[in-house]
Each structure stands twice: as structure tokens, then as C-alpha cells.
């Protein structure tokens, strides 16, 4: 008997865990593919035998409607800018901080941090009021030194990138203490070893330093890639998609499409585009990892 305890034990452990992925996450990414190739729509939610059977006509019109064409455009500039840029900081900061663990470098990481915490509702107020063409402080300050007013909001482009600055200052705290973490793990027999080789500080950076966070930044960038090719609270809170259309994202399509306009199917079937893309690009990152090793 207690041989049999010990075998099963393990399932014992990990089986609430699966069945609660199962019930929340299988069971609804099954029912969404099922979806994708109907018609459903608030009619049908309320009466099935009004749901038809359209087969892939859903993922053609897609691939034909222009808003969706210009979604897929605005996430690849959301992640082709804003992962770089995340990154980029948010290392350099670590790189900055891990020099002491004074209280003022302490409070310093809890400044940089507190951003990530923040409600994007109270984030997204506050920045809308900064970004405001008339009376916002950006505006302002750029007027003290005879530059015209930035459509910040009002521009299409510029919209972007303005979102982009927001979610770049709101998402360095987060990477930034995985890589403070990392960092504070490398051995420092490592670094006494390039001083006894005389090493310089950018050596013993590139050398020492990178090599031994390749698995931090390898997560950083996979967990970024993924959530910015979801992004969706900046522009949904900020913009609505707009002006123009011009900052809607892939996620944020597939929302209006499905809770907006109650065009499930269609929603559907553009949240699996979504789905396909951000598998893509994750196999190809771990294909690129075990290809470097």
C-alpha cells in the first residue's frame, strides 16, 4: 500500500494544477478553434442552431480586411522598437545598480520597480494629461525651448511611438530585477580571475559578464516578445485603436471584434493568427538557443 502512495504521490501533486489548466486554458483554446470556423455571433450565443459552419472563410477575410492588415503592421513596430529599447534599459540600470547595495541604490530599485505595480487605468490618466497637445507638460516644456506642439495623441505615428514610451517606462522594473538577480549570482571568483589576467571593465563585461546572463536575457526577451505581441492595455486605454486606426494592435483587434462589434467567430479565428505568430517566434528563439550551445 504504501508502495502504491509513493508511485502515484506525484500525480497527487501536479493533478490540480492540470486540471485547473485543463478547465481554463485546453478547454477554452479548443472551444475558440471550434468558433474560428463558424459564424457565431451574439445571435448565435444565445441559440447554437443559429451558428453556421464557414469552414476558413473567417481566416480569409482576415487576411483581406485592412484594419487587421494594419494590426499586424502596428504590433510588429510595437515589438520591433519597444523589446529593444525594454531590454536595452532595463539591463543597462540593472548593470548601473548592482555597483552597491547602499540604502540610496535600494530606493533607487524600488523607484524603477514601482512603475510596473501601478494600475495602467491610473498610469494611462496621468500620461494622457502629460501627453495632452494644449496643456500637456511634455508640450509645455518643449515650448520653452521655441518647439512646436507634438500631436502625441493625434498622430498616427507618433501615436505609436508615444504609446511605445509609455510601455517601455512602465515594463523596465520587472526585467530589470531579473537582471539584477542574475547579476548578483555570477560568482566573483569569475571577475577576480580576469583582474589577475588584467582584463579592462568592458572585457570583463563582454567575457564575464554577458555570457553568464545569457539565460536571464534569453528569458527577458522571450517573455517580451510574447507580451508585446499582445500588447493591448496602452492603446485600449489610451487611444481606443485610434486616430485612424493607426495604433490598434493585433490584440486589441481581436477584442473589439469579439466584445465590441460580438463577432466571435471572426474574433476567433484572428486571436489564432495571434496564437500561430507568437508560437512562431517562441520555436524559432528556442531553436536559435540550442543551435548557440
Known amino acids: 500500500m504504501s508502495r502504491l502512495i ?37 445571435v448565435g450565443l444565445a441559440n447554437w442552431s443559429k451558428v453556421s459552419f464557414i469552414g476558413f472563410d473567417n481566416f480569409g477575410r482576415l487576411f483581406n480586411d485592412p484594419i487587421f492588415l494594419k494590426s499586424i503592421v502596428n504590433t510588429l513596430m510595437y515589438v520591433g522598437i519597444g523589446v529593444p529599447i ?80 509609455l510601455a517601455v517606462w512602465k515594463g523596465i522594473g520587472v526585467d530589470m530585477i531579473i537582471f539584477l538577480a542574475a547579476l548578483q549570482s555570477i560568482p566573483k571568483m569569475y571577475y577576480e580571475a580576469a583582474d589577475i589576467d588584467g582584463a579592462n571593465r568592458w572585457q570583463k563585461f563582454k567575457y564575464v559578464t554577458l555570457p553568464s546572463l545569457s539565460f536571464a536575457i534569453f528569458f527577458v526577451v522571450v517573455t517580451k516578445l510574447i507580451g508585446w505581441l499582445q500588447f493591448f492595455e496602452e492603446p485600449f486605454v489610451m487611444t481606443g ?45 528556442f531553436t536559435l538557443r540550442k543551435s548557440d550551445k
Do not use: H
Open 6 to 42: 509513493f508511485k502515484i504521490s506525484p500525480f497527487i501533486f501536479i493533478g490540480p494544477a492540470i486540471l485547473l489548466l485543463f478547465i481554463f486554458s485546453i478547454i477554452p483554446i479548443v472551444m475558440s478553434l471550434i468558433i474560428s470556423f463558424t459564424d457565431m455571433d451574439l
Open 86 to 165: 525594454v531590454i536595452c534599459l532595463s539591463l543597462g540600470i540593472a548593470l548601473l545598480l548592482n555597483y552597491s547595495t547602499s540604502a540610496l541604490f535600494s530606493g533607487f530599485r524600488a523607484i524603477y520597480y514601482m512603475p510596473s505595480i501601478t494600475n495602467i487605468v491610473a498610469v494611462a490618466i496621468i500620461w494622457g494629461f502629460l501627453y495632452n497637445q494644449e496643456y500637456g507638460l511634455f508640450n509645455y516644456l518643449l515650448s520653452l525651448i521655441d518647439i512646436e506642439k507634438v500631436p502625441w495623441l493625434e498622430d498616427p505615428f507618433v501615436a505609436k511611438l508615444s504609446l511605445i514610451l
Open 241 to 285: 485603436g485610434g486616430p485612424l486606426d493607426g495604433t490598434v494592435s493585433m490584440a486589441l483587434f481581436i477584442y473589439q471584434e469579439g466584445f465590441e462589434y460580438s463577432r466571435f467567430g471572426y474574433a476567433s479565428a484572428a486571436s489564432f493568427v495571434l496564437f500561430a505568430v507568437i508560437i512562431g517566434i517562441t520555436l524559432v528563439q
